[in-house]
Structure formats: C-alpha cells, structure tokens
C-alpha cells in the first residue's frame, strides 16, 4: 500500500505552495495513487493529536509531506517540490 499524505494548515502559505503542486500531481495520478491532503489545524490549534496519523508521524511541523517511504519537511520552495516528484514519477508524468 502506498504511503502518501501531505499535512497541512490550510492558512499556512507555505502549505500553499505545497497544495498547487500536489493538486496537479492528484490530478495526474489514478485515485488510488492520490496524496491524501490532512488538514492538522484543528489538532495544532487545541494541541491535541486527535488524528491518529498526525500522532503516527509525529507531526510537530507543517507543511509535510510523506511520499513511498519519503519525507519532505518544513519549508520548501514550489520547484524542488516539483522536481522531487518529477524524480519520483518520472514514468507516469511530468508535473507543470
């Protein structure tokens, strides 16, 4: 089973540029293939792992992304977000 989520707040701007970019892969990919898209606000707000994957993978930090064994925390620009998944999935597609 493929392990891929990506934590959020929705009000992030960094999660933001996260979120263009995981749009156009979803997009791209077969449903069963998908990110799956974890808005942890709620939890962080009340400082309460009520989401047992936030508890799971120790989300302390957003954005994070958890891609086939990968992890990509903290800030990172919309191109080498890009490029990891260019790299990744390289032989279904080429993100825009």
Not at 34 to 43: A, Y
Not at 45 to 50: G, L, P
Not at 66 to 84: A, C, H, Y
């Amino acid at each position: 089973m493929k392990k891929r989520y990506l934590f959020v707040e929705f009000e992030c701007p960094f999660c933001k540029e996260y979120l263009n970019v995981i749009d156009i892969v979803n997009s791209r990919l077969k449903p069963s293939d998908t990110i799956k898209i974890i808005d942890v606000t709620n939890s962080r707000a009340t400082e309460v792992a009520d989401n047992f994957l936030m508890e799971k993978y120790k989300i302390e930090d957003v954005p994070i992304l958890f891609f086939d064994g990968f992890k990509i925390s903290g800030v990172s620009s919309k191109d080498f977000i890009k490029e990891f998944l260019n790299a990744l999935l390289k032989e279904e597609f080429e993100v825009e």
